[in-house]
């Protein structure tokens, strides 16, 4: 089973300031990598696969980057919407692990 | 509008047996794999199952392997979760995603909540 281990567990940061999760994977899921956001009691939402590639409707604020192992979800200027948890979850095998996730948080 | 509607949560004792049910809608079901995955009180999200767009292919997390199946029917575009020899462990949230050979789980249903208790 392929363990991802995201990294800070919380981010405390300000609207507008730059925000940069990591997520690194115990072997290389080549580019198939997606990224989630998930609000207190909402659903979690896609918004990044294959590494890079933004969902639907994701503004361009979100970006992914990184291959192998190592991967970065990055915010560029935080909104108010975006204080939010995101998990990283691999696609290159079954089981499809996700990642322990990072806190967003207002600082 | 593509759309999951989870149902068949409940209280379950310890050992007892549920079946979750997702029923999809607004896409063409039988050509995509679809996953269960679970969320406990205040934790994160926890990949259960998945099966392929047939139902020939089939995986399970560690922790609810030999006692967890999943299935579909792509006649009714219904997939399926059948929990048995529950444990406490196993109180969660339970979600249905699309799970396309590429992308990511999208959409995602809303979810149908299992309690396991005494």
């Known amino acids: 089973e392929i363990v991802l281990t995201q990294s800070p567990a919380t981010l405390s940061l300000s609207p507008g300031e730059r925000a940069t999760l990591s997520c690194r994977a115990s072997?290389?899921?080549?580019?198939?990598l997606a990224w989630y956001q998930q609000k207190p009691g909402q659903v979690p939402r896609l918004l990044i696969y294959d590494a890079s590639n933004r969902a639907t409707g994701i503004p361009a604020r979100f970006s992914g980057s990184g291959s192998g192992t190592d991967f970065t979800l990055t915010i560029s200027s935080l909104e108010p919407e975006d204080f939010a948890v995101y998990f990283c979850?691999?696609?290159?095998?079954?089981?499809?692990?996700f990642g322990g996730g990072t806190k967003v948080e207002i600082k | 509008e593509v759309q999951l509607v989870e149902s068949g949560g409940g209280v379950v004792r310890p050992g007892g047996s549920l079946r979750l049910s997702c029923a999809a809608s607004?896409?063409?079901?039988?050509?995509?794999?679809m996953s269960w995955v679970r969320q406990a009180p205040g934790k994160g999200l926890e990949w259960v199952s998945g099966?392929?767009?047939?139902?020939?292919?089939?995986s399970y997390a560690d922790s609810v392997k030999g006692r967890f199946t999943i299935s579909r029917d792509n006649a009714k575009n219904s997939l399926y979760l059948q929990m048995k020899s529950v444990r406490d462990e196993d109180t969660a949230l339970y979600y249905c995603a699309r799970d396309p050979d590429s992308l990511g789980f999208d959409p995602w249903g809303q979810g149908t909540l299992v309690i396991v208790s005494s």
């Open positions: 979850q691999q696609r290159t095998h079954w089981p499809r692990t």
């Open positions: 607004g896409f063409t079901f039988h050509d995509y794999g």
């Open positions: 072997q290389s899921v080549s580019s198939s």
């Open positions: 099966i392929n767009w047939s139902g020939e292919r089939t």
